[in-house]
């Protein structure tokens, strides 16, 4: 039954892979509904997925010896929206995520000294060709044109929201060196994978907080288009893991070691 059910989902064409992908994150939506009561809980959630996330690639760092299939430019737009949050966090709104961003920064890097340094002779970087002025450039032009509405300094709220895209589209220099390779080995098919989780959990919470709220939450966040480009952010996190999320599961399901990527996906 599962092999026919695959089959058939890779024989529709992307417009109808595309309505079951968000079918089937509605009907996720509603199950998580049911089950988590307090959906605070999906965010510390999302947070341990992304920390199980880094101790796979610290392991895959200390243990193989090699940062092969990693990208290191993807390592350096986490570190930089990480410490513009960490910044705005201080001058605006310090709590216990700010201590979590820290600690994920450290480890971040962490990363990038063992890329740059340690282990430079593995690392791909003919692969890791995704340009980053691609992303950060746009960023910084939507962050000046749609940012925070709030009583706080106004280069701090472009700031704010200048991280907010910025990590949404983070993993895009990954992705691309996933696509170079087409091969992606374990423990970074396990790595990205934790990314896709927490992404998924992260934008559940935010979705469901909005229909709790009965749209409220949007109304809090503040005036304008910045509330919808917020959710809008996190969507686009979610929707740009999921293809590689779909065969890192099939590719578990069917046996397989090492993830094989077909043509065109991420």
């Given amino acids: 039954m599962r092999?026919?059910?695959?089959?058939?989902?890779?024989?529709?064409?992307?417009?109808?892979?595309?309505f079951l992908a968000v079918?089937?994150?509605?009907?996720?939506?509603?199950?998580?509904?049911?089950?988590?009561?307090?959906h605070d809980n999906l965010f510390v959630a999302a947070e341990a997925a992304h920390a199980i996330g880094i101790c796979v690639l610290i392991y895959k760092l200390m243990?193989?010896?090699?940062?092969?299939?990693?990208?290191?430019?993807?390592?350096?737009?986490?570190a930089?929206?990480?410490a513009?949050?960490?910044?705005?966090?201080f001058v605006m709104e310090y709590d216990i995520h700010t201590l979590l961003d820290s600690a994920t920064l450290l480890t971040t890097l962490w990363v990038i000294y063992m890329i740059r340094f340690?282990?430079?002779s593995s690392y791909m970087d003919d692969k890791d060709n995704f340009p980053l002025y691609y992303v950060v450039a746009p960023c910084a032009v939507l962050a000046l044109a749609i940012h925070p509405s709030t009583q706080h300094n106004i280069v701090n709220r472009i700031l704010w929201a200048f991280c907010?895209?910025?990590?949404?589209?983070?993993?895009l220099p990954q992705l691309r060196v996933m696509q170079n390779t087409k091969i992606v080995e374990p423990f970074t098919a396990h790595y990205v994978f934790a990314l896709g989780v927490a992404r998924f959990l992260s934008c559940a919470h935010w979705v469901l907080q909005v229909l709790d709220t009965r749209g409220h939450l949007l109304v809090a966040l503040g005036s304008g288009l910045w509330p919808s480009m917020v959710?809008?952010?996190?969507?686009?996190?979610?929707?740009?893991?999921?293809?590689?999320?779909?065969?890192?599961?099939?590719?578990?399901?069917?046996?397989?070691l090492v993830l094989r990527l077909p043509s065109g996906v991420v």
């Fill in 3 to 18: 092999h026919f059910v695959v089959g058939w989902v890779k024989r529709q064409p992307p417009k109808v892979k595309a």
């Fill in 23 to 38: 079918v089937s994150g509605m009907a996720a939506l509603v199950l998580l509904r049911a089950i988590v009561h307090d």
């Fill in 63 to 78: 243990k193989e010896k090699t940062c092969a299939g990693l990208s290191l430019k993807s390592q350096e737009l986490t």
């Fill in 80 to 82: 930089m929206f990480l």
């Fill in 84 to 89: 513009v949050r960490l910044y705005c966090s």
């Fill in 118 to 120: 340690k282990l430079k």
């Fill in 164 to 171: 907010v895209y910025l990590e949404s589209v983070s993993v």
């Fill in 231 to 256: 959710l809008l952010a996190e969507i686009v996190q979610t929707f740009i893991l999921a293809d590689f999320c779909y065969y890192y599961v099939k590719s578990v399901v069917g046996g397989q």
